[in-house]
């Protein structure tokens, strides 16, 4: 599964080198393990289309092509709620709900149905926890693993690294 194969359209070439490489790898294995293989190329699907439409010797490779629809703000929250479960977080029933209306304002200013907004939006959450957590003289365990509504931000910053190294990040 190649992610984000999208980006290779902004490459210089278009991306050319990239798909030759790949078209070669393809031809290389083919024959060999022709019912056993499947390549994903995932990413948007206008860019991804155009990178397929002008290398049609590539496309050749890719029998089928399926567009599945993005997240909606319900999957994105969900999403978000397991994503900090399996990071050790409990979410208030206010907090997961203010999740569901931050990701779905995040939607509406720039739709993509990525569940890297969901990600995104952890990230965040968990730094605004922390900023609570040090805040406290004596923070309990519970404290240490709760999400509160105060520690979503009221928007996701859209243009903020995911994982940066200036923010404290999670750290239990």
Known sequence: ????????YDLP???QQMTRA???LLTQVHDRVREDLAVI??????????????????????????????????????????LAAEAGFALTPAAAHKAGVVL????????????????RLLDQTASGQARRIVS?????PA?????????????IDLDEPVGGDERPGQYL
Request: glycine share 8%.
């Open 13 to 15: 070439g278009h991306g």
């Open 22 to 24: 790949l078209y070669q």
């Open 136 to 140: 406290l003289p004596a923070p309990s």
């Open 104 to 119: 779905g304002q995040a939607e509406s200013r720039r739709p993509s149905g990525n569940a890297r907004l969901a990600v």
């Open 41 to 82: 190329l995932a990413g948007q699907a206008r860019p991804l289309g155009a990178l397929l439409r002008a290398s049609p010797a590539l496309a050749a490779r890719f029998p089928a092509v399926i567009d599945f629809p993005g997240y909606t703000t319900s999957h994105l929250a969900a999403i978000f709620t397991a």
């Open 1 to 8: 599964m190649i992610t984000d194969a999208h980006a290779w």
């Open 143 to 155: 404290a240490l693993t709760s999400i509160c509504p105060d520690d979503l931000p009221g928007q």
